[in-house]
């Protein structure tokens, strides 16, 4: 199995910044895509970034230009840098992965979230 552990969520004011981490562990053969999803109470979970292995990038809407993502091949480990943080940035920011393990098919699999608050 895959286990992602996200880090790095916290409270921030409205303009202040955090720095989201998330590493992957297990028998990984290697990983496509890793990305950061996010989720408020009452909504749906929505796509925030993601990456490619060899550095592709996509990003929702709301966040281009505040939030860049990042990813270190060699320690299966994926960041979220977010900048400019709006009070509707609040949410549960979750990391998932697109990967293949030993002798195993590929699948798609999800950390526990992290908890980001934006308020004064």
């Known amino acids: 199995q895959v286990q992602l552990v996200e880090s790095g969520g916290g409270l921030v004011q409205p303009g202040g910044s955090l720095r989201l981490s998330c590493a992957a562990s297990?028998?990984?053969?290697?990983?496509?895509?890793m990305g950061w999803y996010r989720q408020a109470p009452g909504k749906e979970r929505e796509l925030v970034a993601t990456?490619?292995?060899?550095?592709?990038?996509n990003y929702a809407d709301s966040v281009k230009g505040r939030f860049t993502i990042s990813r270190d091949n060699a320690n299966n480990t994926v960041y979220l840098q977010m900048n400019s943080l709006k009070p509707e940035d609040t949410a549960v920011y979750y990391c998932?992965?697109?990967?293949?393990?030993?002798?195993?098919?590929?699948?798609?699999?999800w950390g526990q979230g992290t908890q980001v608050t934006v308020s004064s």
């Open positions: 990456i490619t292995s060899r550095g592709d990038t």
């Open positions: 998932n992965a697109d990967a293949v393990l030993a002798r195993k098919p590929a699948g798609t699999y």
């Open positions: 297990g028998n990984i053969f290697f990983i496509y895509v």
